[in-house]
């Protein structure tokens, strides 16, 4: 990577490297200017909702972070210490979300409320700079997953830095916080960061980086990238393994690891080197990222967009680690699987992959996930999210890590669910050097800058996705050349796009590029192939996948509902044409459910309904992986 001659070379007083490390990190290249993004996002309040996910949007924010999350008890785990391991991971978690939030309402509000529980925080500092749940003569405290809390302190504090207010004061608090764990961590005579943490490998303590590297964007201090290059290069992400050399080397997900291929914090520990890769330019991991990214899309991610589970190769990690999910979702001995917060993290690699590389199908599996596994995890009232689900039996499951905080049942899930929630506008238009790129087609607005930094309208029309019509008004300020990228989805094979009435010719699975001089009114017409496709259960190690069928429409995976249908797991044989049903809309039963649909079979129609719809929580139970009825 050219580097206009600047060349950044670790010294052996550095972490007192062995000289083997020290000739591998003495060749690294910086980039001054590190890598830009081929994608970039919006600024804060750019895009807004009308549309499909505005009402999950507004109920989890008025009824979870401005609602029930107890911020001040929360707080106080960092003066009285936690009860449990990892427990101050719930305020940054809380925090994190909450500012996203911010991002995109400006709700004073909610503004008042994280300025308050942020300088709460920044109160309990300790004497060595610190922001923990143990007393400084205990720290660093490995077994109760200190550096995982410390990591979202960091990104707690950082959100609300770079989202809600520039305060020196909370600058000041992050590079504290950085600069005890430096003091703390690295080659003996300090302690090792592999050597920290609750788990078996200890990958958990490695995922500080990321935050370590937002506050190296946000300072430029060496010792911070330094730090970040100690954990990536010289230690690897976890003791006794080189993760990031594993997907260098295209290892498949539930290889990387040893026994605790923990899938959340393996994904944490990427969006760190996603960072990382921005910053120093290295395209080794580049490749690293992008095989990761590939293999967890290939196999471990579900027909609902999310993945892990506890068979066949795992099962001692509660349904939390990579699987071969992909292949194993059909697995009858699954009882446990799809963790909400690595479906989140899942969500936001994602978003990193699109954002670094332009792939489109990226955001189809941003799209998947929200649609499915995302907001079918959310409780109806919008005060909680599951912490695991199923598609077929009791879909959701409050039961996992976590406790009570002031009264209030709070789980790593539950915090976590908002943050995806925050996410989606970040992700749905973003920009280019060449002009808007729309990813998501919820209905909305989006005000962007156009190459010649001109303001540009998008005014998006749908009710996408309860049909595949949508029309997109385009309103620059002043006329002017450039392009709008319009993802086409890879499951989307007949595709219509036309702009002011005339037909341009698409791909599924990637970008139609429209590039023309642009005037205020133009038109865009999209119209997605929203026919319910058939799909046939994989194979994993038993033959399960032989007898399950499922059905998908447009991006919305559908499923029989206990709530509607008594015989929903009852075996059917589907009506289908050249691998379609024709799936017809009905009015609702419940007013809960989003969307109904008639499914012709050989004996008769039934009813299914939008896999989030289902309600479990009160114990009734789903059906999405259909058993197939004898031919």
């Not at 997953?145 to 950082?158: A, H, S, T």
């Not at 925050?422 to 808007?436: C, D, E, I, K, Q």
């Not at 499923?559 to 044409?577: C, G």
């Not at 691998?579 to 008769?604: C, D, N, W």
Request: hydrophobic content about 35%; proline content about 5%; overall charge positive.
């Amino acid at each position: 990577m050219k580097s206009k001659g600047v060349e950044l070379i670790v010294k052996t007083v550095l972490f007192r490297l062995p000289a083997v490390i020290l000739l591998s990190a003495c060749c690294l290249t910086v980039s001054a200017q590190g890598i830009k993004d081929v994608f970039t996002t919006l600024p804060a309040g750019a895009v807004h909702f009308n549309g499909y996910f505005e009402n999950d949007l507004q109920n989890s924010l008025a009824h979870w972070n401005k609602g029930v999350v107890p911020y001040s008890g929360l707080v106080q785990l960092f003066r009285t210490g936690r009860s449990f391991f990892a427990q101050g991971e719930m305020w940054g978690k809380a925090v994190r979300s909450g500012c996203m939030f911010y991002r995109y309402t400006h709700d004073q509000e909610l503004k008042r409320i994280l300025k308050a529980t942020v300088m709460d925080l920044i109160s309990t500092k300790r004497s060595n700079g610190s922001i923990s749940c143990s007393d400084v003569a205990a720290q660093p405290d490995g077994p109760n997953g200190e550096l995982w809390e410390r990591k979202y302190v960091l990104l707690g504090l950082d959100g609300y830095y770079e989202e809600v207010e520039q305060d020196p004061v909370v600058l000041k608090a992050m590079c504290d916080e950085v600069d005890c764990t430096i003091a703390q961590i690295g080659l003996p005579p300090k302690v090792r960061i592999v050597d920290q943490g609750w788990s078996p490998n200890h990958i958990e303590s490695s995922t500080i980086l990321e935050p370590v590297m937002r506050l190296y964007k946000l300072t430029h201090q060496q010792r911070y990238l330094d730090f970040a290059r100690y954990i990536v290069e010289v230690e690897g992400g976890a003791k006794g393994f080189k993760i990031f050399e594993d997907a260098f080397n295209d290892k498949y997900p539930e290889q990387i690891g040893g026994s605790y291929p923990k899938a959340y914090e393996m994904l944490s520990l990427f969006e760190g080197l996603a960072e990382y890769y921005r910053v120093t330019g290295n395209t080794h991991w580049k490749q690293a990222l992008v095989n990761f990214y590939r293999n967890v899309r290939n196999r471990e991610i579900t027909l609902i967009g999310n993945g892990g589970g506890d068979q066949p190769y795992h099962p001692s990690v509660l349904g939390e680690a990579w699987d071969n999910t992909a292949l194993e979702q059909t697995n009858p001995g699954i009882k446990r699987m799809m963790e909400t917060c690595t479906g989140v993290t899942w969500l936001k690699f994602c978003s990193q992959i699109v954002r670094l590389t332009g792939d489109p199908l990226a955001v189809d599996a941003i799209e998947r996930y929200a649609y499915n596994g995302l907001i079918g995890a959310m409780k109806p009232g919008g005060d909680g999210f599951s912490y695991v689900n199923l598609l077929n039996g009791l879909k959701t499951n409050p039961t996992g890590w976590g406790g009570t905080v002031n009264g209030v049942n709070v789980t790593c899930c539950n915090l976590n669910g908002p943050m995806g929630l925050a996410y989606l506008p970040f992700v749905a238009v973003m920009n280019s050097t060449t002009g808007p790129v729309i990813n998501l087609y919820n209905a909305g607005t989006a005000r962007i800058l156009t190459p010649r930094s001109k303001p540009v309208l998008l005014n998006i029309a749908t009710d996408y996705p309860k049909s595949g019509d949508i029309a997109i008004i385009v309103k620059p300020k002043v006329a002017e050349t450039f392009s709008i990228r319009l993802r086409i989805p890879s499951w989307s094979k007949a595709t219509t796009l036309k702009v002011n009435g005339k037909p341009i010719s698409v791909h599924s699975g990637t970008y139609a590029i429209i590039n023309r001089q642009w005037k205020s009114g133009d038109r865009i017409e999209l119209v997605l192939d929203m026919r319910c496709r058939v799909v046939d259960a994989p194979h994993g190690s038993d033959r399960a996948g032989d007898n399950y069928q499922a059905l998908v429409r447009g991006p919305i995976v559908l499923a029989r509902d206990e709530n509607i249908d008594t015989n929903y797991n009852q075996p059917v044989t589907f009506i289908t044409k050249n691998g379609y049903v024709s799936a017809q809309p009905e009015k609702p039963t419940l007013q809960s459910i989003r969307m109904q649909f008639r499914i012709p079979t050989s004996k008769g129609d039934i009813h299914m309904v939008d896999y989030s719809s289902v309600n479990s929580w009160d114990g009734k139970r789903i059906c999405t992986w259909i058993p197939k009825g004898k031919q």
